[in-house]
């Protein structure tokens, strides 16, 4: 069984800062591409950045030069660094671990990230 545990969300003004963790715990699991994806109130899920085990990333143009997603030392676990943050970058942000063809994938639970004054 893999578990998935996002961390790190909260309340935050418009333009501060806000760190994301997630752990991908699973004793036989390896993933290949980690990601965070985001979901507004009233919108669809939507991508925000992935990172592939060999360091290649890719991020939604809405949140370019202003989040940057790294992998930890750590097997399976990944961090989301989001910087300037705006009114529109609310939502619930889910940590997604998965193998090479969507084999195996594993969602968090997500965490509530909320840019207001």
């Known amino acids: 069984q893999v578990q998935v545990v996002e961390s790190g969300g909260g309340l935050v003004q418009p333009g501060g800062s806000l760190r994301l963790s997630c752990a991908a715990s699973?004793?036989?699991?390896?993933?290949?591409?980690m990601g965070w994806y985001r979901q507004a109130p009233g919108k669809e899920r939507e991508l925000v950045a992935t990172?592939?085990?060999?360091?290649?990333?890719n991020y939604a143009d809405s949140v370019k030069g202003r989040f940057t997603i790294s992998r930890g030392i750590t097997k399976n676990t990944v961090s989301l660094q989001m910087d300037s943050l705006k009114p529109e970058d609310t939502a619930v942000y889910y940590c997604?671990?998965?193998?090479?063809?969507?084999?195996?994938?594993?969602w968090g639970q997500g965490t509530q990230v909320t840019v207001s004054s």
């Open positions: 997604n671990a998965r193998t090479v063809g969507r084999i195996f994938e594993y």
């Open positions: 699973g004793s036989f699991f390896s993933a290949d591409v």
């Open positions: 990172i592939t085990t060999g360091g290649r990333t």
